[in-house]
């Protein structure tokens, strides 16, 4: 692929990293762009080549700092709209506000809404993105959205390092929002699937009432779209290793790993947590116990679908 076909990829600065991952799978530069600030903090966007016409694909995942990441993205979009360029399509890998999909008290916002609003509003035609916290997001959104996979490179993973040795591992979901998702990871590993009663007195805290399954003896995997705080995570671990867990691993797509996080794993019971690179992680969170798998191909080929007009669900059949 050519610059010449009419495709270009610009990054904003969330996750550089994964950006030139992308571009350098689909044998591109990232596109010549500076994104700064002015000295009021204000966002400072400039596109230095031409983008008339072109197929746009904007790579950015709003992380922490949620707002300034997506403010950054929603700038660029509108730069790109008012430069004629021929589609503009935002690539987020990791979508922000997406826990906060749902009225679940008396006047509570969906930010999840909101989020999908602006960002069509700002001027883009298509959203990629990859494991929504809930896939209903898909909806919130005007425009047509590629909800990518990632946690096919879980069960790839798993199955190269146990091999013959997985009927001793068991599948846990942490709680029971994440109960599809793990009954999914558990059929493609063909193991059986545990489940976790838990529940949360407050925000970002969560107590383990009782574990459904059989842990006793075996080598368990958590399976979770975010670790962000790491409470859930940490204490399902611990409980699985009061109850005769031999190892636990955890997996999850979207590693935010904010608070003390970091300080939580390192001492919990899980022996390795393996994480998506959806988000830019700083070294001070890379730590011995963290092994991050990359989903640029996946991102990359699923791009390159868009641009030929192919369809992107054919990656996962």
Same mark, same amino acid.
């Given at each position: ?21 992308? *571009?350098?799978?689909?044998? &591109?530069?990232?596109? &010549? ?15 230095? !080549? ?16 949620? @707002? !300034?990441? &997506?403010?950054e ?16 399509n ?17 006047? +509570? ?31 919130? /959104? +005007? =425009?047509?959205? +590629?909800?990518?996979?990632g946690?096919?490179? /879980?069960?790839?993973? /798993? ?13 846990? *979901? ?27 007195? !407050? ?17 368990? =995997? &958590? ?22 867990? =031999? ?18 794993i @390192?001492?919990?019971?899980?022996? !390795? ?6 988000? @830019? ?5 890379? =730590?011995s ?17 868009v ?7 054919q990656?996962?059949?």
């Amino acid at each position: 692929m050519t610059k010449e076909k009419g495709i270009k990829i610009f990054a904003c600065n969330a996750n550089k990293n994964l950006a030139v991952s992308i *571009a350098n799978e689909l044998g &591109l530069s990232l596109g &010549l762009s500076e994104v700064s600030r002015f000295s009021d903090g204000e966002i400072n966007m400039r596109i230095n !080549e031409t983008v008339r016409d072109n197929d746009i694909f904007i790579i950015q995942s709003t992380a922490p700092p949620v @707002n !300034e990441n &997506l403010m950054e993205l929603l700038i660029m979009i509108d730069a790109m709209r008012r430069a004629s360029a021929g589609s503009i399509n935002a690539v987020i890998p990791y979508f922000g506000y997406a826990r906060q999909d749902r009225k679940t008290r008396a006047r +509570d916002p969906i930010s999840a809404k909101l989020v999908a609003d602006i960002i069509t509003s700002a001027g883009a035609d298509r959203i990629l993105t990859m494991d929504l916290h809930c896939a209903q997001i898909q909806g919130f /959104f +005007d =425009i047509p959205v +590629d909800h990518l996979v990632g946690f096919n490179l /879980f069960v790839d993973y /798993f199955k190269n390092k146990f091999g013959s040795n997985m009927k001793n591992v068991t599948t846990v *979901a942490p709680d029971f929002g994440s109960v599809a998702r793990a009954r999914s990871f558990a059929e493609k590993l063909n193991i059986p699937l545990a489940i976790i009663d838990k529940r949360r007195p !407050e925000p970002n805290v969560s107590e383990i009432l009782n574990i459904i399954g059989d842990v006793k003896d075996k080598s368990v =995997i &958590l399976v979770d779209d975010i670790i962000d705080t790491a409470g859930t995570i940490t204490n399902a671990a611990n409980a699985l290793k009061d109850r005769g867990a =031999i190892e636990v691993f955890a997996c999850c797509t979207h590693a935010l790993l904010s608070g003390n996080a970091i300080e939580k794993i @390192n001492s919990s019971a899980i022996t !390795e947590l393996i994480a998506l690179d959806t988000i @830019n992680l700083s070294d001070e969170k890379k =730590i011995s116990k963290l092994k991050s798998l990359s989903v640029a191909h996946i991102f990359a080929a699923a791009i390159k679908y868009v641009h030929e007009g192919r369809s992107v669900s054919q990656l996962f059949n």
